[in-house]
Every structure is written in C-alpha cells, then in structure tokens.
C-alpha cells in the first residue's frame, strides 16, 4: 500500500512538472519572441511572424532609439522618479500603516474607513488635475509623485501585516525605554523585510510605468520619463508626426522598434525583481490573513 502511494506520489509530482513546465514554456516564450524580434531586421520581421532565434541579428532598432541621448535623459528621469517615489511612498505607507496597526488609536476605525473608500471611489482625472494646477506642480517631477502618494491597498497589506507582529515584543521593547518610533524602527521594521520588500516591488513598477500623468502635467520634453518617450518613438517610427525628439538621421525600422521599446521599458524592473523575488510570495501572502 505505501508503495502504491509513493508510485501514486512520483506520478503525481512528474504530472507537475510537465504541467507547470507546459505553462512555464507558453509564458516565457512570447517575451522571448520580443526580444530576438527587437535583434533582427525588419525584413525577416515582415516575412516570419514568430522569431525566436535571427537568422540575421541587427542592431538597427537600438541604434535607431539610441540614436540621441534623450532616451538616456528619459531614463535618468524615470529612475529618478522611479527611486525617490518609491521611498516617498513606502516612508508614508509605513508610517499610516503602523498608526492604524495600533488598537489603541484614536478615530482608528474613521481613519480605515476613508481610505478603503478612496478604493471604490475617486475624484477622477479633472478634479485632481486641478488640483495639481492649482498647488503649482504643474510641469515639475513632483508631479508624477506627490499625486500618487499612497495607494490604499499597499498600506492596507502593510497595516495587516503589522498587526500581526507579535505584542509581547513591543511591550518588551517598551519595558526597555522604546517609544513608538524606536519599536518601528528597531523591531517592527526589521522583522518586515518580506512585506517592505513586496510593497516596494509594487510601488516601483507602478512609478516606472508612469505614462497617463506624465501626459497629463508634463509639458517639458526634456522631463518627460520613458516611457512616454519611447511611446513616441514607435509613433514616429509608424510613420506619423509628433512634437518632441529629434529622430531623423536613421530611417526608422517599424516592427523592430516597436519589439526594442518593449524590452527598454521592461529590462530594468526585470533586474531588480530577481534581488526581491525570495521576499515577494511571503511578503504578498503574509498580512492578507491573520494567524
């Protein structure tokens, strides 16, 4: 019998991975097709619609999108805004997370309620406009921070996740001289590396893919981060006019641009994800129930 169920065991496991590998393989492959798309010429782009390995390898696409140094501005841009947003919001997000971690606060219950309801409702995109006009933001980086600020269901993950730290260190903590802010940043903080770690992740990718505000309060090309940047190249590589940079010295390669954009837009958070990846399930999963 307890060989039956370790053959039934092996066979299940090997059932697994074929699966798991199947699907695996259909995921990984179209990012792949991207990326030897963007290295061959357009050519063999119009006449085969899948590549996965050139049979000529071109670098025309990333000569074309690097054929000024605005894209390396756009990306100084986007990392800029990218790094310091990141820290403006977790710094901000921990901070609210770990005033409403606390039973003991004061309009605790009022505070909750408010910010859940930011998630079912907004002002929308006139209202905050305006309101970015009027507080003099307009055409400034902060602009594509300061709106953006908090996003409730981060600081709720986090909130979650603190009130399942357990109460007995802070009391020792406070038996020991430490005042609020010393219990976050000694005890809490350090034993929330899973969460700070996936929340920043978060974070992150959505301050990279910045595009609709940039569009919206940036009127300055030389601040423009780059993905609104690289949404113009493909436009001018298709053939069509715009304002903006100047690409005019290599004839553009179309569908190969188009391939390359996608790649310079998503290389550098695919770097960073590998030094977060050990932190990102249990970070996702720990304060989204309690135990």
């Given at each position: 019998m307890i060989e039956n169920r370790s053959i039934s065991g092996k066979i299940f496991n090997v059932t697994n991975i074929i699966l798991l590998g199947l699907i695996g393989l259909l995921t990984i492959l179209p990012f792949l097709h991207v990326i030897a798309a963007s290295f061959t010429t357009s050519a063999e782009l119009a006449n085969s619609r899948f590549v996965l390995v050139p049979r000529i390898w071109s670098l025309d696409a990333y000569r074309y999108i690097f054929s000024t140094d605005t894209i390396i501005k756009s990306m100084g841009v986007s990392i800029f805004v990218t790094v310091v947003g990141t820290l403006w919001s977790m710094t901000i997000s921990v901070l609210m997370a770990y005033g409403l971690s606390r039973r003991d606060l004061w309009g605790r219950n009022y505070i909750q309620f408010f910010v859940i309801f930011t998630m079912l409702f907004n002002g929308g995109m006139i209202p905050t406009f305006l309101i970015v006009q009027q507080t003099g933001l307009m055409n400034s980086l902060a602009a594509l921070i300061i709106p953006v600020t908090i996003n409730a269901f981060n600081m709720i993950?986090?909130?979650?996740?603190?009130?399942?730290?357990?109460?007995?260190?802070?009391?020792?903590?406070?038996?020991?001289?430490?005042?609020?802010?010393?219990?976050?940043?000694?005890?809490?903080?350090?034993?929330?590396?899973?969460?700070?770690?996936?929340?920043?992740?978060?974070?992150?990718?959505?301050?990279?893919?910045?595009?609709?505000?940039?569009?919206?309060?940036?009127?300055?090309?030389?601040?423009?981060?780059?993905?609104?940047?690289?949404?113009?190249?493909?436009?001018?590589?298709?053939?069509?006019?715009?304002?903006?940079?100047?690409?005019?010295?290599?004839?553009?390669?179309?569908?190969?641009?188009?391939?390359?954009?996608?790649?310079?837009?998503?290389?550098?958070?695919?770097?960073?994800?590998?030094?977060?990846?050990?932190?990102?399930?249990?970070?996702?999963?720990?304060?989204?129930?309690?135990?």
């Open positions: 993950i986090l909130r979650s996740f603190f009130q399942n730290v357990p109460i007995s260190l802070e009391e020792s903590a406070k038996i020991d001289g430490c005042n609020d802010f010393g219990i976050l940043f000694r005890i809490v903080l350090p034993i929330s590396k899973p969460a700070l770690a996936t929340i920043s992740l978060f974070y992150a990718v959505t301050y990279w893919n910045t595009y609709m505000h940039a569009i919206l309060y940036i009127s300055d090309s030389a601040k423009w981060p780059v993905q609104v940047l690289l949404r113009q190249i493909v436009v001018l590589a298709s053939g069509l006019n715009y304002d903006g940079a100047e690409y005019t010295d290599i004839p553009p390669p179309e569908q190969t641009v188009k391939m390359a954009t996608i790649v310079v837009a998503t290389i550098p958070i695919l770097i960073v994800y590998p030094f977060l990846q050990k932190y990102f399930a249990k970070g996702a999963l720990l304060g989204s129930v309690k135990g």
